[in-house]
């Protein structure tokens, strides 16, 4: 018997219902998360990595509706959980990081509060003196100091935001952080401070990251596992080693090019020409053939399968399609 | 301000309240002895009005009805207003557009129209005019709350407290409510000081309380008659007491507002 991995998502559809039209935010996307692995969401906006990202604790904002598919934390289906069950997954097991950190935090609750809040929430023996003394340790651990818990959520800047939110994530010790876009609002030294010390909680409670960025360089630098998102569809999975050293899928190889590089200093960045598909009405077929330099009669009739190229690398794209092993 | 406003308010309560001792006169019963209309002098610092009653002892018996109008007006918009707005607005969906409805229908009228129309069916009487004016004032309260729910509960950091698991009852009072609350001042005051003005109108056209209740409303409205006279001090000292009281309830309310909102203070 194989050991059920620590989240488990297949053929997973999400759908925004809209008055003009159903929008496939997310199209049949498989993966498996084991306990412990950094896993990368990359993709432009739009392109369904956030909604993949709310699905996973069933916060899919309106008029989205988890259409197909199984999502599966410890090998029980989250989809099919009652309210109770649902909410002691959430902040629990897995915990979510948003990416305004402006508006994250309940501005009348004090810095404290908010940690009484989310441990009663949990623990509802617990007295309000032992969760202060933890709140203390981890605003600590934070690099916060622990003099402040008492002050209200604006008196702090958005670095100082962001890591109170890592610090609320991690106080229940769940199992998986999804962190969406946790950095994007911050300047770019805030950003690497925030990331280490994210990575170094992680590495102390052993849990697992989903990472979600419009930025692959991010995601190549700090996760194992990388998922490529494009309208709503998984176009390319790889280890990052692999992803960087040989990308297949055409859009993985144009995200690539166009992040700059220090050491290749006379290297033209590269842009991906067009913009990407209005999702109400998406190009029939791949839905990147429009942008593709390589797209072919094929791409515009039919949407390609996902295959296996060895290594557990799967992609998206008729070029490849003969090469792999078709999945499912 | 909450200080000055909390000063203003309370004094005007306790001179109500030390009414019976520290007038010097009966306020609804004239001595044969006094003067009609009489200016103010040393035996009557406010005058007397048209029936030789004196004035001073009107205007400090003469709160009561109006302190309590407004504070049960307001007590009973609260109970009622708030939850609805908070309840509808956080279901949506087919409860709130019927609840929406209804509000909005109310709504429509002008107020006092509405006042006048409940207070007459109801009949006069202090908790009477508290409910009629309560109809008005619940429909202030629920757009604002609906309003205000239907933006906060967009806001991430609602989205991160249901994703933190906490309950939906939870989400509403620790999250929603508090950010709600300083709008809802700010409508207690204006319906505060409204339900003053309110009370003296019902008062004026006979819906209010009678004659035998010493009522600054009523003086307001009962002297106005005799200003062309010369006569000012029938309304001088009542209406300063309400302009007073609507006063000290708006400064509360603002400075109330600046306390619960903490981004506001300092």
Redesign the interface.
């Known amino acids: 018997m194989t050991k059920t991995p620590l989240l488990e998502i297949n053929s997973l559809s999400v759908d925004y219902r809209t008055s003009r039209g159903t929008v496939h935010a997310v199209d049949d996307v498989s993966f498996t998360l084991e306990k412990g692995e950094k896993l990368g969401l990359a993709g432009e906006s739009g392109s369904g990595k956030s909604t993949l990202g709310l699905s996973i604790i069933r916060l899919v904002p309106y008029p989205g509706v988890i259409g197909r598919g199984q999502i599966k934390v410890d090998g029980k289906d989250v989809l099919k959980m009652h309210e109770d069950e649902l909410r002691s997954i959430r902040g629990r097991r897995v915990a979510y990081v948003f990416q305004d950190p402006m508006m994250s935090l309940n501005p009348v609750k004090r810095i404290g509060d908010h940690f009484v809040e989310l441990l009663r929430t949990h623990e509802p023996t617990m007295d309000r003196k032992h969760v202060m003394e933890r709140a203390e340790t981890i605003l600590k651990d934070l690099g916060i100091q622990p003099e402040r818990i008492d002050d209200y959520p604006h008196q702090f800047s958005g670095g100082m935001r962001q890591r109170i939110m890592i610090g609320l994530a991690i106080a229940l010790n769940p199992d998986l952080i999804i962190a969406d876009e946790p950095t994007t609002a911050l300047d770019v030294i805030v950003q690497a401070k925030i990331l280490d010390l994210l990575e170094n909680l992680r590495k102390t409670y052993n849990m697992a990251l989903i990472l979600i960025s419009h930025d692959l360089s991010i995601i190549l630098e700090r996760c194992d596992k990388i998922i490529v998102m494009y309208a709503g569809h998984m176009v390319e999975y790889a280890s990052s080693a692999e992803l960087y050293s040989s990308p297949i899928h055409p859009y993985t190889q144009k995200l690539l090019r166009s992040i700059p590089n220090i050491e290749l200093s006379d290297q033209k960045l590269l842009a991906i020409p067009g913009s990407p598909p209005n999702m109400l009405n998406p190009p029939k077929g791949c839905p990147f053939w429009p942008r593709c330099a390589d797209s072919e009669e094929a791409c515009k009739r039919k949407a390609p399968p996902l295959v296996d190229v060895g290594n557990n690398h799967l992609v998206r794209c008729f070029r490849h399609d003969e090469k792999g092993v078709l999945v499912e | 301000m909450v200080i000055v406003g909390i000063v203003i308010v309370l004094a005007i309560v306790i001179m109500t309240a030390l009414a019976p001792w520290t007038a010097p006169h009966d306020p609804t019963k004239a001595e044969s002895s006094n003067p009609i209309r009489a200016p103010p002098s040393f035996q009557f610092p406010m005058g007397t009005n048209h029936l030789g009653i004196d004035m001073l002892s009107r205007t400090l018996f003469g709160g009561s009805v109006m302190l309590q109008v407004s504070a049960l007006s307001v007590i009973l918009c609260f109970l009622v207003g708030v939850p609805l707005g908070l309840f509808s607005s956080y279901a949506g969906g087919l409860l709130d557009s019927g609840v929406s409805l209804v509000i909005d229908a109310v709504y429509a009228f002008p107020g006092l129209i509405i006042a006048i129309a409940v207070a007459a069916v109801l009949g006069p009487g202090v908790i009477n005019m508290a409910l009629s004016i309560a109809v008005v004032y619940i429909p202030s309260y629920f757009r604002i709350v609906r309003s205000q729910v239907l933006s906060i509960k967009e ?3 609602v ?9 939906w009852y ?1 989400v509403l009072s ?2 929603i409510l ?2 709600v609350l300083p709008s809802i001042v700010i409508v207690a005051t204006i319906n505060f000081a409204d339900a003053v003005l309110t009370a003296a109108g019902l008062t004026f056209i006979g819906l209010g309380v009678t004659y035998d209740i010493p009522d600054w409303g009523w003086d307001l409205t009962n002297g106005r008659q005799y200003l062309s006279s010369g006569a000012w001090w029938i309304i001088f000292f009542p209406g300063l007491m309400i302009i007073l009281l609507a006063l000290g309830f708006t400064l509360i309310g603002e400075g109330l507002s600046e306390l ?4 506001l203070q300092r």
């Open positions: 806001l991430t950091y989205e991160a407290a249901k994703a933190s698991g906490a309950k939870t620790d999250y508090p950010n619960l909102n903490p981004k």
